[in-house]
């Protein structure tokens, strides 16, 4: 049933990941070869969610805006011709002239240097990206960890290793990204302490940081 998805433009996986391809796939011995961003890859054809990406296919290849007839009686027909020709012999035709937009909103006054809630917002901030580092390392393990779980279960069900070259090169993606991920949370984490070394040394109440 594979080759009924053939024309689609995003592979679909079981999991739920979606994959951009660059031209039609192609079957052989029950495995999908295809090229995103111009790299060629292969996996299991088990491994292809059909139906979704069949229904993807489908959605892409429907026309996104229709164009419409426009349909008027007679009289209004007749009147929109006499509105045409006068328009011609140069007589203005009077339309109703749209309001103007409002006026922009003044921009909010800024806060003094040491209003408190300047120092709790920014100690959030702080917080909001020490947290986000962290969510990014902990999504890149999960991935390590599905990835490497997919290629286990390949090698057990007999596949070989070209067989399965995407799960491979998103694997050493995902490792590659890792370290990064986590200096990142380092960096992060060693902001959020300046600030506070900082704060106490310009006597922010501790309160102000919360």
């Known amino acids: 049933m594979i080759i009924q998805i053939l024309l689609a433009s995003t592979l ?13 796939p192609r079957i052989e011995k029950g495995v999908v070869i295809f090229r995103s961003a111009g790299a060629l890859y292969s996996l299991p054809a088990m491994e292809v969610d ?11 290849a429907r026309p996104q805006d ?3 007839k426009l349909r ?19 007589v203005r035709v009077e339309r109703p002239i749209p309001p103007l937009p409002p006026e922009p ?23 909001e990206a020490v947290r986000q580092a962290k969510e ?5 393990e999960e991935r390590i960890g599905k990835l490497r779980g997919e290629i286990h279960s390949f090698f057990s069900l007999g596949y070989k290793a070209h067989q399965f070259t995407y799960q491979s090169t998103q694997l050493e993606y995902a490792l590659a990204q890792l370290p990064r991920a986590e200096l990142e949370v ?3 984490e060693r902001a959020w302490a300046q600030f506070r070394e900082d ?5 922010i109440l501790p309160g102000w940081l919360r």
């Open 186 to 188: 380092t960096r992060a």
């Open 72 to 90: 008027v009686s007679p009289e209004e027909r007749q009147r929109l011709i006499a509105e045409l020709e006068k328009n011609h012999s140069g």
């Open 136 to 140: 990014e390392v902990q999504l890149l």
């Open 50 to 60: 059909e139906e979704a990406t069949r229904l993807e296919a489908e959605r892409a």
């Open 199 to 203: 704060a106490r040394k310009q006597g």
């Open 66 to 68: 229709r164009i419409k």
């Open 12 to 24: 679909i996986l079981r999991g739920g990941d979606k994959i951009a391809i660059d031209e039609p």
């Open 105 to 127: 909103l003044p921009p909010a006054p800024r806060p003094a240097p040491q209003d408190e809630w300047q120092w709790r917002n920014r100690a959030r901030a702080h917080e």
